[in-house]
């Protein structure tokens, strides 16, 4: 069964160590898995508390528990327990627990730093007036709750509770419904102490009782003048309640002897119940008790219930606290019948883990009632921590892709701004290439613009030119061939035909414009260094006599040509370029 479903309690008594290991279903059930049962072996040579110790581990060690959680319920005769009455003035939980610590503080018989106490409210019955507040206040000494929480600490376990006898058996008793419907009590029998606990309905109260089994086996040794031990196995060997009155003694002295200081202490210890029931009635207003539980390891001793009964006239039985519980298939039931009488505090301790119980007293010191806690809060504090390490991993790994995209997006951008770059340079290139080609195409239609000129200035001369005149020259240039001059008619000197037909050759030559003018343009071009102007240089011959009367006909038909070649000086123009011609 897993380690967390199991629970150890132990009842440190007075002469004895009962432990018991329970399986639970939180809020439904118990089962007994195994259970040891331990008395002390005092000597002379060592302290008590350090038997009680040596016996705690040997316990624990020994018997095969595995739960780790621990509950610890102490003996009644190291608690001091008190019941008080508080006046209802305030339903204040702060204020009436400040009236309980004031209580408390004037019911301790030491300094405050010495002890462990807590107090619990009673719940109100049904006869009470509501003027009162019932609250019960327990209190141990410190140093023996820090011993025992060490050494289960050492022991590696981990203490969770430590209350009293008398309330760990009242929770017991209640799950098993005693004093459900009348007043009853339950005498635990202890070894050192006795404890009475009255039940009636939700009414509860408990008396430690100075007389048990270590009273008679310091009588019978006071008696007999004998050793503890001796006067011990004496008890165990022929301890019985003497019956009295008429009844016929034993055969053996010894055994009488016993049995009438047995019924000594008994009786003693019965004035002592006597006492307390009184105070239970007149205190807490309790009905009488009707029924009597023994309980503890004394009460086996015989006659025990028959000497209660008598005295006390009420029924008498022995408390069987495992009707509530279920017992694992591993517990020896034989064995457990025989004790079974001894183990209702560590029933009324595992309740305390399954559901709420009706005390609920701890006494654990503060320390470890802050271990505790933080242990308690340990998961949360691992799941938190576990937390931010998973919201770091996550977020690493989340930047760690973010960055891993980044790159990737980087990677993708500087390729597509790389190819963006090619296909920019490709189209650059390409622009490049249709510029060139466009001025290629530009060139080109410009000069298929300009395929006619020629034929249309041809046409134009021809149409210009009279009879008798042929030009014999005709050059295009960046300058002038001869210097300009003003327009003018002359004969260049006259020949005869060579053939003899009495014609002359002769020279005319043609310029446009002012001479001064023309040469101050001349220059101006030629200092700017225009390569846009073209000049036309035309030569002309006019066959002709000198004195021939048309050479003025003919000298008007150039001008005339002149004029027009000046109109149509359009047809020569290329990108704006001026044409001028020049008949030199």
Not at 286 to 306: D, F
Not at 454 to 470: H, Q, R, T
Not at 538 to 560: E, G, P, Q
Request: charged share 25%; proline share 3%; with cysteine.
């Amino acid at each position: 069964m897993a380690q967390q479903n199991l629970i150890l309690c132990i009842d440190v008594g007075g002469d004895s160590i009962k432990a018991a290991e329970f399986s639970y279903v939180p809020g439904q059930s118990l089962t007994l898995e195994r259970f040891a049962y331990t008395e002390y072996e005092f000597s002379a040579d060592e302290p008590p508390e350090d038997v009680v110790l040596k016996t705690l581990t040997d316990v624990i060690k020994t018997n095969g528990f595995t739960a780790r959680d621990v509950y610890v319920s102490l003996s009644g005769k190291n608690a001091f327990v008190r019941f008080v009455k508080i006046p209802a003035m305030t339903t204040d939980k702060n204020k009436i627990q400040e009236i309980i610590s004031y209580e408390a503080k004037q019911a301790i018989p030491f300094s405050s730093d010495e002890v462990v106490w807590d107090s619990q409210l009673l719940q109100p019955v049904g006869d009470s007036d509501g003027s009162e507040i019932d609250a019960m206040i327990v209190i141990v000494k410190k140093d023996e709750v820090s011993r025992i929480s060490e050494l289960v600490e050492k022991l590696g376990k981990r203490i969770v509770l430590i209350e009293v006898a008398g309330t760990s058996c009242y929770n017991s008793a209640r799950a098993n419904n005693v004093g459900a419907s009348e007043c009853q009590m339950i005498l635990d029998i202890g070894g050192r102490c006795s404890t009475l606990v009255f039940i009636d309905g939700s009414r509860f109260f408990v008396r430690t009782i100075p007389i048990a089994g270590d009273t008679i086996t310091q009588q019978i040794a006071k008696e007999f003048n004998i050793s503890y031990a001796d006067a011990e196995e004496l008890k165990r060997k022929h301890g019985y309640v003497s019956l009295g009155g008429a009844y016929e003694e034993g055969d053996s002295e010894v055994a009488s002897a016993v049995s009438k200081i047995v019924r000594n202490v008994m009786t003693r210890l019965h004035g002592e119940i006597n006492r307390s029931i009184n105070v239970y009635r007149a205190t807490q207003r309790g009905r009488k008790p009707e029924k009597l539980y023994l309980a503890g390891g004394t009460s086996i001793l015989p006659y025990s219930p028959r000497f209660f009964s008598e005295k006390l006239r009420v029924p008498v039985e022995y408390l069987n606290p495992f009707q509530v519980i279920g017992v694992g298939p591993a517990v020896d039931q034989q064995v457990l019948s025989e004790v079974a009488h001894l183990f209702a505090e560590t029933i009324g301790l595992a309740l305390r883990r399954i559901g709420t119980s009706p005390i609920e007293i701890s006494l654990i010191p503060d320390y470890v009632r802050k271990q505790n806690e933080f242990r308690s809060k340990r998961p949360y504090f691992f799941a938190s921590a576990a937390a931010i390490l998973l919201y770091l991993i996550i977020t690493l790994w989340a930047y760690t892709q973010q960055a891993a995209n980044i790159a990737d997006k980087r990677d993708e951008f500087n390729s597509y701004v790389s190819r963006q770059q090619a296909i920019q340079q490709r189209v650059k290139n390409a622009n490049n290439k249709l510029a060139a080609a466009n001025g290629q195409y530009d060139s080109a239609v410009e000069l298929l613009k300009q395929r006619n000129n020629l034929i249309a200035f041809y046409s134009l001369i021809k149409s210009c030119i009279p009879d008798n005149v042929w030009l014999t020259e005709f050059t295009i240039a960046s300058s002038p061939s001869s210097q300009i001059r003003t327009a003018t008619t002359t004969v260049a000197g006259t020949a005869t035909d060579e053939e003899g037909d009495g014609n002359k050759t002769g020279q005319l030559t043609m310029d446009m414009g002012d001479n001064s003018q023309n040469q101050d343009n001349s220059k101006k071009d030629e200092a700017e260094g225009d390569k846009s102007l073209r000049w036309v240089n035309m030569v002309a011959y006019v066959i002709c006599d000198k004195n021939d009367s048309t050479l003025n006909d003919r000298s008007a038909a150039i001008n005339n040509l002149t004029s027009k070649m000046k109109e149509n000086d359009g047809i020569f123009k290329a990108k704006d370029e001026e044409i001028m011609i020049v008949y030199d």
